[in-house]
């Protein structure tokens, strides 16, 4: 498949050419960490939409609607949707109170050095999950595409690590930046090619479309059925199926408002306005592919089948088998090149922010107590960071093999989002009451709820064949929790963690800087302005 191939290399020649451009503009902490706050807002909202879109978004998300139906259309739905959280709560404050990560907004009012080290430390465990799955995305495409030329999943998984420290190390923010503008451009083309092409075998009759939808046969348990896929319930039945979806949107609703990756965005533009004008283009952008993506993972399921799905590949697959059904080789090409695209600057966007937080919050602020640090010795502890991380996730992707439906592998990440980052800073921002101790207690209680029970759950562990990621259980073993999205109980369990906290403890210092957070969250003055040339 060297067509494939060649399709990549000209896209990973292009970013190469980005990062020496974004490395020769990324001198001082600014313009490394934030890209000099000077992102417009249409570039700030692709930049976001691209960080979202992720492998997870585009190959898992398509796989899933082809096994699942109507269930799987609540991942790209929940997406979208939660935004809107973003847009009322977050994105004005977070870039009013920031400087560089989340853990500068808990720092604001409350005692930095054990605060900001559980922000980086759940940050990194947020990356480290979101990292995984698109390495696992990035090998199981060359399982498909390139193995007849001895390239193999481990080594495409070493391949694209190492291609994301280049981008992280050298260009910094910038780089990441526009790696991921144009990674969404060429992602919602894909889907729109993709898009007219399917509708086009029905002669642009979405009744005709839908009706096939309607009467999808595979088989379950050796028998062969026929079912509806635009039918709730196919996935998330009684008895745990109801609590199971309850979880899934409480995941989504609060979990992307409390992603470092994506929040740390909203540092890079020059002030608040732009930051909630930047939010409504990631919205409008991300709410055209969740279309798309529905579209084609009904496709999927009509035009390949929901077993040929499982045996050709699994579910990662499912966008590409597809592209092929539709244009044969040449068509495959451009969508795995697409899809190699979007690891690429996922893992780019998860790796400096990963990496920042440990540099600004772990090392300057936590080990070295808040005091000033070069600013070239700041970089250099982000870059390494970025290398241990990233060394760390590519271990766990080759162990782990290509079969896990990778946006499963996402949610855990965002299941740690909700249940740590995003009660914390929520309370920070918007209750006059809370204080260090609640901080403390609302990232620990959620970090290790959520972890603990995403390792109890069916997504990790069982006793049959095949898992709800799609490959087989790590843990063979009647699943301790029965619900698959955990979140549920983590997400409570953050929120009561951290009112408890503060409830049993005085901070009066936290409570007298209140009026002035809410000054500067709401007209920004006092906040990080855009470096000069």
């Not at 870039?95 to 989340?102: A, M």
């Not at 809370?434 to 069982?462: D, E, H, K, R």
């Amino acid at each position: 498949m060297s067509i494939s191939l060649d399709v990549f290399l000209v896209f990973v020649a292009a970013t190469m050419g980005i990062t020496y451009w974004a490395a020769r503009r990324s001198s001082g902490a600014s313009a490394y960490f934030a890209a000099g706050r000077k992102i417009s807002a249409w570039q700030n909202g692709f930049a976001v939409a691209g960080d979202f879109m992720s492998a997870a978004s585009f190959l898992g998300l398509i796989g899933l609607i082809a096994l699942q139906g109507f269930d799987g259309m609540l991942y790209s739905v929940g997406g979208f949707v939660a935004f809107v959280t973003i847009l009322l709560l977050m994105a004005e404050p977070l870039r009013n109170l920031g400087k560089y990560t989340i853990g500068d907004v808990l720092a604001y009012r409350l005692s930095p050095r054990l605060v900001r080290a559980l922000a980086a430390l759940s940050t990194l465990t947020i990356a480290t999950f979101y990292m995984i799955a698109q390495m696992v995305g990035a090998g199981a495409l060359v399982n498909l595409l390139l193995a007849d030329s001895g390239i193999t999943y481990n080594m495409a998984v070493v391949g694209v690590g190492a291609l994301m420290m280049i981008y992280v190390v050298f260009g910094g923010m910038l780089a990441t930046t526009w790696v991921q503008i144009i990674k969404a451009m060429l992602l919602s083309a894909c889907g729109g090619v993709l898009t007219v092409l399917v509708l086009g075998r029905f002669h642009f009759h979405l009744i005709d479309f839908f009706a096939a939808a309607s009467q999808i046969a595979y088989h379950q348990k050796e028998q062969l059925v026929v079912r509806d896929f635009l039918q709730p319930g196919l996935h998330y039945h009684p008895p745990h199926g109801p609590i199971d979806l309850l979880s899934l949107c409480l995941m989504f609703a609060l979990g992307t408002a409390g992603l470092p990756h994506v929040l740390v965005k909203f540092y890079t533009v020059p002030d608040a306005k732009t930051a909630r004008q930047s939010v409504v283009w990631a919205m409008l952008i991300i709410g055209s592919f969740c279309v798309l993506t529905t579209v084609l993972g009904l496709a999927a399921a009509i035009m390949i089948g929901p077993d040929s799905i499982l045996a050709r590949g699994g579910t990662n697959m499912a966008a590409p088998r597809l592209a092929q059904a539709l244009g044969g080789d040449l068509l495959l090409a451009f969508v795995s090149a697409v899809a190699f695209a979007t690891i690429l600057a996922v893992v780019a966007g998860l790796m400096i922010s990963a990496s920042t937080s440990f540099a600004h919050d772990f090392w300057t602020n936590a080990i070295h107590h808040g005091k000033e640090r070069t600013a070239d010795e700041t970089v250099l502890v982000a870059r390494i960071a970025a290398l241990a991380i990233g060394a760390v996730s590519m271990l766990i992707a080759t162990r782990l093999g290509p079969a896990s439906n990778v946006i499963i592998l996402a949610t855990f990440g965002m299941v740690v989002a909700a249940s740590a980052n995003f009660p914390v800073l929520a309370l920070s921002i918007y209750w006059r009451r809370f204080n260090t101790a609640g901080a403390v207690a609302g990232l620990t209680v959620g970090l290790l709820a959520s972890l603990g029970l995403i390792l109890a759950s069916p997504n990790f562990m069982g006793i049959d064949a095949a898992s709800a990621t799609g490959g087989r259980h790590l843990i063979q073993a009647q699943p301790w929790f029965p619900y698959e999205n955990v979140g549920i109980v983590s997400v409570p369990l953050g929120f009561l963690a951290a009112v408890v906290g503060t409830l049993l403890s005085k901070e009066p210092a936290a409570e007298a800087k209140f009026d002035a957070l809410i000054v500067r969250a709401n007209t920004g003055f006092g906040a990080e302005r855009p470096s000069a040339d």
